[in-house]
């Protein structure tokens, strides 16, 4: 497992390592020790989720503001931009996003901790996600920052393919009207 940080420290790639020949390949798609051990990181995973999109699906960006979910992400169909946004007001990184692009293909996943709002772009004509999360799925304290407040300028490859939003983010609000973390 290759573990390679990105401009915000906290937010991780991580590569696994692939056995790959003519019948296909086998990879650890997680392991708790080597993950520890490499990241140096210590969670328990309580939740799996799969999200299957549509070409344009646009999901977030979201995050709970009570019972925050850490999140580590995998694409097993298809290909997304995947981004985090640091919503922690005392971060030197406050407001700023990354993006990757992850695939089926390059098999990369993405450790985003709690503390962060999450968003996902299916560019594929369909994307399969898996993602673990560190805390349960709370409704109550779910939150929804739009996805193109020009106050976050994020970069979405958006080339030819059109935005499909659910009702919620349709709804979701800029950084400046929602609730953050200290």
Known sequence: ????????????????????????????SFNQRNFSEKTG??????????AHSYQGVLRGLHYQIQQPQGRLLKVVVGEIFDVAVDIRKSSPYFGKWVGYFLSAENKRQIWIPPGFAHGLLAVSETADVLYKATDYYAPEYKRSILWNDPDLGISWPLDGIEVKLSKKDEAGKTLKDVDLFE
């Open 1 to 28: 497992m290759n573990v390679i940080p990105t401009e915000i420290p906290e937010i991780l790639l991580i590569e696994p390592q692939v056995f790959g020949d003519e019948r296909g390949f086998f990879m650890e």
């Open 41 to 50: 990181i210590n969670l328990e995973f309580v939740q799996d989720n799969y």
